[in-house]
């Protein structure tokens, strides 16, 4: 099969389009034929090895897992003896960052894993972006505990991760303030933030209203900048571990001394989030943002793109 393969880490240019053996699904695993998938932070992180930390997961030296991608939408062509729940030619759509795969014509994953049958209604080039996304931002407003009524501010709200928060933020109840750039208004508007800050004309620091949880979706500010606009007890979320990793000091520190607080959540993803998303999608309630869409072998101009670190929503490959 063909696969976008990386033998080392280092810059786009490592990933090399390569004919590989097609996987063999184990007894508790089913083989996708990879339809769509997409090329994300999470991808470019992995790949460049920026943060040394990524390499107790993947490769202290050179990757253990040859072949990225981690959202994949496609159909079932094999399973295992064990499964159960899924069927050949079932549509499926899903996530798997830990031994990721999807950058291929194929892969395999363990049925209880983070898969589950594509909403109703959806292209494989919409269901592939669903999950990378979505998932970041789940964690960190479940670990919020915001509730209806709250007031919410997304700092960043045109990035994957920004552009699922608005949506579920929206979702739980709360009241969203998003902060993009003029040419991202509109559309973070049509996302459903009731007020949008063009972050190049007004300075959201400034804003007079105070916010329940402040989520920085792409880790560009910080606590100290956004501290005066928390309630009382309010809380700031970064995506990032910010200058000299001071996110995750306020997270041990913070929660304990009473008042504003940093939270870092640990990011995770099982079965029922994906079938959570999946149901979110069905009712109309989460549409993943797609910026633009990329064949296999123009791979690594869509990791150029991914790392202008300016997409809008998501970057889908497509294979046929
Ligand atoms: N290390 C990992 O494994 C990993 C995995 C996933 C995510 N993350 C981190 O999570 C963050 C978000 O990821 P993502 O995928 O959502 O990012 P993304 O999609 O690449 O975010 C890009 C968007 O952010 C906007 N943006 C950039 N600078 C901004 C600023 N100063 N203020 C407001 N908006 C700004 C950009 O618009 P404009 O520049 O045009 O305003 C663009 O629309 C990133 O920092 C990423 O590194 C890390």
Redo the contacts with the bound molecule.
């Keep these: 099969m063909k696969a976008a393969v990386y033998k080392q880490y280092g810059t786009p240019e490592v990933v090399k389009l390569e004919e590989v053996d097609k996987p063999t699904p184990k007894s508790n695993e089913v083989l996708v034929k990879i339809c769509a998938t997409t090329v994300?932070?999470?991808d470019c992180?992995?790949r460049s090895a920026e943060?040394f930390i990524?390499r107790i997961f993947s490769g202290l030296f050179k990757p253990k897992f040859r072949i990225l991608g981690n959202e994949f939408a496609g159909v079932i062509e094999a399973v295992g003896k064990e499964i159960t729940t899924l069927n050949i030619n079932d549509k499926v759509f899903g996530y798997n960052d830990t031994k990721f795969g999807a950058h291929a014509e194929y892969m395999t994953i363990a049925e209880t894993d983070a898969i589950t049958i594509m909403p109703d209604g959806v292209t494989f080039e919409q269901a592939a972006p669903i999950t990378?996304?979505a998932h970041?931002a789940l964690c960190d407003i479940r670990a919020s505990r915001i509730k209806d009524g709250d007031n919410v501010m997304i700092?960043?709200a045109?990035?994957?991760?920004?552009s699922a928060a608005v949506q579920l933020v929206k979702y739980f109840g709360a009241t969203v303030t998003a902060?993009?750039?003029t040419?991202?208004v509109e559309v973070v508007r049509s996302l459903g933030a009731d007020q949008v800050i063009d972050?190049l004309t007004r300075d959201f620091t400034k804003i007079d209203q105070k916010f329940d949880l402040i989520f920085d979706?792409?880790?560009?500010s910080s606590f100290g900048k956004c501290k005066p606009l928390l309630k009382k007890s309010g809380t700031y979320i970064s995506?990032?571990l910010g200058k000299n990793s001071e996110n995750v000091f306020l997270a041990l520190l913070t929660p304990f001394l009473g008042g504003k607080k940093v939270l870092f959540p640990l990011p995770t993803i099982i079965k029922e989030d994906v079938i959570f998303l999946k149901e979110l999608v069905e009712s109309g309630k989460y549409k993943p943002l797609v910026d633009r869409s990329y064949t296999l072998d123009k791979i690594v101009d869509a990791y150029k793109y991914?790392e202008t670190?300016?997409?809008?929503?998501n970057v889908v490959i497509t294979l046929t």
Excluded: M, P
């Design positions: 994300n932070r999470t992180g992995f943060y990524s990378e996304g970041y700092y960043g045109s990035g994957a991760i920004g902060v993009c750039n040419q991202n972050y979706a792409v880790g560009k995506t990032e991914v670190r300016q997409k809008v929503g």
